[in-house]
């Protein structure tokens, strides 16, 4: 996985939410590189709302970050 983030500047917002949830993929497949291990932790988590509310805290810090190193996608 090296340099598998060249770059946090995308075109649109959309490709920055995209990315965002990627980070977040990324970072729970480096936390537990174990594929096994994550598919069973999934079915612990898939049904629970309190872990997929979390799930979407985390991609909202990701896409703050991507949005900020886009300049919020403004023009100059």
């Not at 949830?21 to 590189?33: F, M, S, W």
């Not at 872990?51 to 900020?68: D, E, G, K, R």
């Amino acid at each position: 996985m090296d340099n598998w983030l060249p770059t946090l500047i995308t075109a649109t917002p959309s490709e920055g939410y995209d990315l965002a949830v990627k980070l977040g993929r990324i970072a729970v497949k480096k936390t537990q590189p174990d594929a096994e291990v994550r598919d069973q932790l999934r079915k612990l988590y898939e049904a629970d709302a309190n872990a997929l509310i979390a799930v979407s805290q985390v991609v909202a810090t990701h896409f703050a970050t991507i949005a900020n190193a886009n300049n919020f996608w403004r023009e100059a």
